[in-house]
């Protein structure tokens, strides 16, 4: 009898076993055979089959071998890339229905903007979590716009992103509301209660990464005034804005609660902006397919209500 490999028969050759996939894995991370069939509780010759029966499914090689150990083939770093996202999946899964059968409800996947998480966020989740103890909470932060693209994607179960964020085909809800504030060396800033932004373009900032919604939207602001926007530095926390404004590296501009919090320990002026535009609204992002009564739903209308209520931001 001959017996003829998935590719020789013209079909779809399909991943048959997670152990595999997991030994696949561990044998790329480790660079040895050995080591990965140690890690998965097999013996050698047993790991050293599964590899070459999968190779022999996918007609391909999926690692070079030689004395210095495994490499791998352009085949075998694609199925990683493949591999790694599938196995997170599958624990993902095994997770959730673990959490079923311990009594919990479901969990909630969020995403979230810098903006929320350091400010009220925290204490919005704690009033759910007592509620609802029964609902686990995966909390993540990320950029607005790389939030929009979980969402959409199903990554996250619920993101909350900056208003103006473009979230097409997701439910959108209104969350909270938070306001920009200028941030300087102490001193610079005696005697002020607002300050338009207009007043201090010519001076040089500390922004925030490009990618984030606020230097976005600085520096669209500056060029609705027709001049550019004197990023000195730009760096990836609200903590390294404000330690170089402190080091008089030049200004930085912050959501105005963070702010008043670093400035609490910090030598720094914090004047809130008067431009309509520095008041900025948050907002909740779903899929549009979320069922009415699961724990993403039950966090949204959650959140929302505070925000509805009016109660502080």
Same mark, same amino acid.
């Given at each position: 009898?001959?017996?003829?490999?998935?590719?020789?028969?013209?079909?779809?050759?399909?991943?048959?076993?997670?152990?595999?996939?997991?030994?696949?894995?561990?044998?790329?991370?480790?660079?040895?055979?050995?080591?990965?069939?140690?890690?998965?509780?097999?013996?050698?010759?047993?790991?050293?089959?599964?590899?070459?029966?999968?190779?022999?499914?996918?007609?391909?090689?999926?690692?070079?071998?030689?004395?210095?150990?495994?490499?791998?083939?352009?085949?075998?770093?694609?199925?990683?890339?493949?591999?790694?996202?599938?196995?997170?999946?599958?624990?993902?899964?095994?997770?959730?229905?673990?959490?079923?059968?311990? *009594?919990?409800?479901?969990?909630?996947?969020?995403?979230?903007?810098?903006?929320?998480?350091?400010?009220?966020?925290?204490?919005?989740?704690?009033?759910?979590?007592?509620?609802?103890?029964?609902? &686990?909470?995966?909390?993540?932060?990320?950029?607005?716009?790389?939030? +929009?693209?979980? =969402?959409?994607?199903?990554?996250?179960?619920?993101?909350?992103?900056?208003?103006?964020?473009?979230?097409?085909?997701?439910?959108?809800?209104?969350? &909270?509301?938070? &306001?920009?504030?200028?941030?300087?060396?102490?001193?610079?800033?005696?005697?002020?209660?607002?300050?338009?932004?207009?007043?201090?373009?010519?001076?040089?900032?500390? *922004?925030? +990464?490009?990618?984030?919604?606020?230097?976005?939207?600085? =520096?669209?602001?500056?060029?609705?005034?027709?001049?550019?926007?004197?990023?000195?530095?730009? =760096?990836?926390?609200?903590? *390294?804005?404000?330690?170089? =404004?402190?080091?008089?590296?030049?200004?930085?501009?912050?959501?105005?609660?963070?702010?008043?919090?670093?400035?609490?320990?910090? &030598?720094?002026?914090?004047?809130?902006?008067?431009?309509?535009?520095?008041?900025?609204?948050?907002?909740?992002?779903?899929?549009?397919?979320?069922?009415?009564?699961?724990?993403?739903?039950?966090?949204?209308?959650?959140?929302?209500?505070?925000?509805?209520?009016?109660?502080?931001?």
């Amino acid at each position: 009898m001959i017996s003829l490999n998935a590719k020789q028969r013209g079909c779809r050759p399909v991943i048959r076993d997670l152990v595999t996939l997991r030994l696949f894995v561990r044998a790329a991370e480790t660079g040895t055979l050995s080591e990965a069939a140690e890690q998965s509780n097999l013996a050698l010759a047993a790991a050293s089959r599964r590899i070459a029966l999968m190779e022999e499914r996918f007609g391909v090689r999926l690692f070079r071998r030689s004395r210095q150990g495994l490499a791998l083939t352009p085949a075998g770093a694609a199925l990683l890339d493949h591999a790694r996202g599938l196995l997170e999946q599958v624990r993902a899964i095994e997770g959730e229905l673990a959490d079923f059968a311990g *009594g919990m409800r479901g969990t909630v996947r969020i995403q979230t903007n810098p903006s929320a998480i350091i400010q009220f966020l925290p204490a919005d989740l704690a009033a759910f979590a007592a509620e609802r103890p029964d609902v &686990r909470l995966d909390l993540q932060e990320n950029m607005s716009s790389e939030i +929009v693209s979980a =969402v959409g994607e199903r990554r996250a179960d619920l993101g909350i992103i900056i208003g103006g964020t473009p979230a097409p085909q997701l439910d959108i809800h209104p969350y &909270r509301t938070d &306001r920009l504030a200028l941030l300087a060396p102490r001193g610079s800033l005696e005697g002020r209660t607002e300050i338009a932004f207009a007043e201090v373009l010519d001076k040089d900032f500390i *922004g925030l +990464v490009n990618s984030t919604a606020l230097t976005r939207a600085l =520096v669209e602001q500056a060029a609705q005034a027709e001049v550019s926007l004197r990023l000195r530095m730009q =760096v990836r926390s609200f903590d *390294g804005v404000c330690r170089m =404004v402190e080091a008089g590296f030049g200004y930085g501009i912050l959501p105005l609660i963070a702010a008043r919090g670093f400035a609490a320990s910090m &030598r720094l002026d914090v004047v809130p902006l008067s431009d309509a535009w520095a008041t900025r609204q948050m907002l909740l992002c779903l899929p549009p397919d979320t069922l009415p009564g699961s724990p993403a739903a039950l966090l949204t209308s959650h959140l929302a209500r505070l925000a509805h209520n009016g109660l502080p931001s």
